[in-house]
């Protein structure tokens, strides 16, 4: 077993400094103003404690609709995108015709621009005159045609499902790196032993897959904590606040002048990404081994 290599901390100053101050800063000083009474309307800056904190988490806040939006879009998307994203890693890694082919196609809508994907979905599933409703229609299952983006009941499931469609193919790609480099050794002796593609799936591929699996699932629910310009393309948080996540209230509240307000609900996400963030890591990757 070769011993394991440390570098000197400095090696990471830079990237700590960087990282300090255009991320730790900043969210420190977002979190100093959420306890004042910023805005458009005044020139003078109080102090007001817990009082924007208490308005976001009160029972009847519209704020925490936002936070528990954000919560579902991330996990569900998060769920949805790896597990796609494994099954399709598994299915194109060998033995299958035109695997580079079919690996592009899946791979292409998470190199669009998310503004791009945002305007051809909103036409797509145009309740009119979209492509969707429309091909329904055509093939006589006119009675699945929906109002995809302007029903409340369904508008958040669908903005979800286009986040899926786009990056799975992104996690596809992360997965499939992490299983070419995988030993076939393994697989040979499994085989020999009499393991079958189910067995090996999930005592080999499984288990060496999971510092991979660690950090795409940390990066989707980054993601999906941050989820914003996919939101605003499609729905702009409509039909009413259904689709709202914090980022685009975030939006919202400074486009109105409402900074304090804007801060608060950026501080919560931004506690929110470094706790979630951080117990994740450490459960994901809590039985590494350094070789």
Same mark, same amino acid.
């Given at each position: 077993?070769?011993? @394991?290599?440390?570098?000197?901390?400095?090696? #990471?100053?830079?990237?700590?400094?960087?990282? &300090?101050?255009?991320?730790?800063?900043?969210g420190?000083?977002?979190?100093?103003y959420?306890? &004042?009474?910023?805005? #458009?309307?005044?020139?003078?800056?109080?102090?007001?404690?817990?009082?924007?904190?208490?308005?976001?988490?009160?029972?009847n806040?519209?704020?925490?609709?936002?936070i528990?939006?954000? %919560? %579902?879009?991330?996990?569900?998307t998060?769920?949805?995108? $790896?597990?796609?994203g494994?099954?399709?890693?598994?299915? %194109?890694?060998?033995?299958?015709?035109?695997?580079?082919?079919?690996?592009?196609?899946?791979?292409?809508?998470?190199?669009?621009?998310?503004?791009? +994907?945002g305007?051809?979905?909103?036409?797509?599933?145009?309740?009119?005159?979209?492509?969707?409703n @429309?091909?329904?229609?055509?093939?006589?299952?006119?009675f699945? #045609?929906?109002?995809?983006? $302007?029903?409340?009941?369904?508008?958040?499931?669908?903005?979800?499902?286009?986040d899926?469609w786009?990056?799975?193919?992104?996690? *596809?790609?992360?997965?499939?790196?992490?299983?070419?480099?995988?030993?076939? &050794?393994?697989?040979?002796?499994?085989?020999?032993?009499?393991?079958? #593609?189910w067995?090996?799936?999930?005592?080999? +591929?499984?288990?060496?897959?999971?510092?991979?699996?660690?950090?795409?699932?940390?990066?989707?629910?980054?993601?999906?904590?941050? @989820?914003?310009?996919?939101?605003?393309?499609?729905?702009?948080?409509?039909?009413?606040?259904? +689709?709202?996540?914090?980022? +685009?209230?975030?939006?919202? *509240?400074?486009?109105?002048? %409402?900074?304090?307000?804007? $801060? $608060?609900?950026s501080?919560?996400?931004?506690?929110? *990404?470094?706790?979630?963030?951080?117990? *994740?890591?450490?459960?994901?990757?809590?039985?590494?081994?350094?070789?």
């Amino acid at each position: 077993m070769k011993k @394991a290599k440390f570098y000197p901390w400095y090696f #990471a100053l830079i990237s700590l400094i960087i990282y &300090t101050v255009f991320s730790v800063v900043p969210g420190l000083i977002g979190i100093g103003y959420s306890f &004042t009474d910023w805005s #458009a309307y005044s020139r003078e800056l109080h102090f007001v404690g817990w009082k924007n904190f208490a308005k976001v988490f009160s029972g009847n806040s519209e704020y925490l609709r936002y936070i528990l939006n954000t %919560l %579902l879009f991330t996990v569900v998307t998060c769920t949805f995108k $790896t597990g796609l994203g494994l099954l399709f890693a598994v299915l %194109l890694n060998k033995g299958v015709k035109l695997k580079n082919l079919h690996r592009g196609i899946l791979y292409m809508p998470s190199v669009l621009p998310i503004l791009v +994907t945002g305007l051809t979905f909103s036409s797509i599933l145009n309740p009119k005159y979209g492509f969707l409703n @429309a091909f329904l229609k055509s093939v006589g299952l006119g009675f699945l #045609a929906q109002k995809w983006l $302007t029903d409340p009941h369904i508008a958040f499931g669908s903005v979800m499902a286009v986040d899926v469609w786009r990056g799975t193919g992104y996690i *596809m790609t992360m997965l499939i790196a992490g299983i070419v480099a995988i030993s076939p &050794t393994y697989y040979e002796a499994a085989s020999i032993d009499g393991a079958n #593609a189910w067995q090996q799936f999930k005592y080999i +591929t499984l288990p060496m897959l999971r510092q991979t699996l660690a950090v795409t699932i940390v990066l989707n629910v980054i993601y999906g904590l941050k @989820a914003f310009d996919i939101i605003y393309a499609l729905t702009n948080g409509g039909p009413g606040h259904r +689709t709202e996540v914090m980022n +685009t209230a975030v939006f919202n *509240m400074m486009s109105k002048g %409402l900074y304090a307000e804007g $801060t $608060t609900i950026s501080s919560v996400m931004f506690v929110f *990404m470094v706790i979630i963030g951080y117990f *994740m890591v450490k459960i994901l990757t809590k039985d590494e081994v350094v070789e």
